[in-house]
């Protein structure tokens, strides 16, 4: 039963014959996440707080930049610098402190997708990059969830609902991702910044009615906004049998990788600049990657160690607000590490002391 307190909070969805107690109930049971924490993910986390959504799962990597602030609306001028999910999060239990919010500060990639997909009932793509809509589609196909996508570009954004009761999947429309020529570059398209409210506010509302089992879904349409002439349109495609059944075990690996939009490779240090660097009033922070008994037999001092396969639970312990220097034997796992730490998890402030113990202790 609904407390009291959600009656009230709730009761213009009460209100509604199609929704009252029994969808709200749904509601709060539900269990969504949002992949992406920016221009789409802002009104779609918002608006699914406010109805009610149970549990919100926030997915998101990176940390605000000034640059987000003209079209990403939960952020302001004083979470510069700070995490987007963790900041989502806090603003959506302001919203409402009824939902709780599941934090997954990390990069989506195949080492990460199934686990985050599987414990949610529904997965709503608000990514800028291809890689990672078809990973979370050909996921979702695996595991048999419902998936809401948006995009947008420049004045123009779309909508879909994919692999919902068996209709058509995202590559049943697009079969293949597009070649690093024809895809927008992620940095040097601008966009309306109105624009991600807009389709946003339509990814929340296709969420709902999936959860709620209301009206009639954009399953097997897209539909297609032109902000510039406020003109709608809705694209019919069909289940294609092969490509719908594409799953991450049968898919080409190649698709989930981004050549214009990857992690930077990482800097490098000697082991000369980094003596240097310790002795100066802000020194960098220091991980060591290799395995506690070689730890055990040497290391620099006041480093962390982390081992390579255990960088996924240990992540936490890594700072991003200050230079970290990574380390192994002889840089090979500490490059390993970083690409690791970049790819899944957007670190932008690591580098590989090169050559590792074996060059510091030649320096």
Known sequence: MLTPAERHRYRRHLQLSEIG????????????????????????????AAAGVGTLGIADADQVELSNLQRQILYGPADLGQPKAATAAREVQRLNPLVHCQLHAVRVSLNNVRELVADYDLVVDAT??????????????????????????????????????GGPSYR???????????APNCDATGVLGVLPGLIGTVQASEALKVLLDLGEVL???????DALTMQTRALRFARHPARS??????????????????????????????????QS?????????????EFEAQHLP??????????????AAVPREQPVVVYCRSGARSRRAIQQLQADFGF???????????AWAES
């Open 348 to 358: 932008r402030n690591l580098q590989n002391l090169e050559g590792g113990l074996l």
């Open 302 to 315: 006041g480093a962390r160690l982390l081992p390579l396969g255990q960088l996924a639970a240990g992540v």
């Open 219 to 225: 399953s097997g349409r897209l539909w297609v906004l």
């Open 172 to 182: 049943c429309l697009f079969p293949e991702p597009p070649g690093a020529a024809e």
């Open 21 to 48: 107690e029994a969808g709200q109930l749904k509601l709060r049971a539900a269990r969504v996440l949002v992949v992406g924490a920016g221009g789409l993910g802002c009104p779609v986390l918002q608006y699914l």
């Open 245 to 278: 059944l594409i799953t991450p075990d049968t898919a080409n690996p190649a698709d989930y990788h981004d050549p214009g939009c990857a992690a930077p490779p990482a800097d490098g240090i000697t082991a000369a600049e980094l003596r240097a660097r310790l």
């Open 281 to 293: 009033p802000t020194p960098p922070f220091l991980l060591d990657v290799r395995e506690p008994h």
């Open 128 to 165: 800028d990059n291809f890689p990672t809509r078809y990973l979370l589609n050909d996921t979702c196909v695996l595991l048999g969830k419902p998936l809401v996508s948006g995009a947008i570009y420049k004045f123009e954004g779309q909508v879909s609902v994919f692999n919902y009761r």
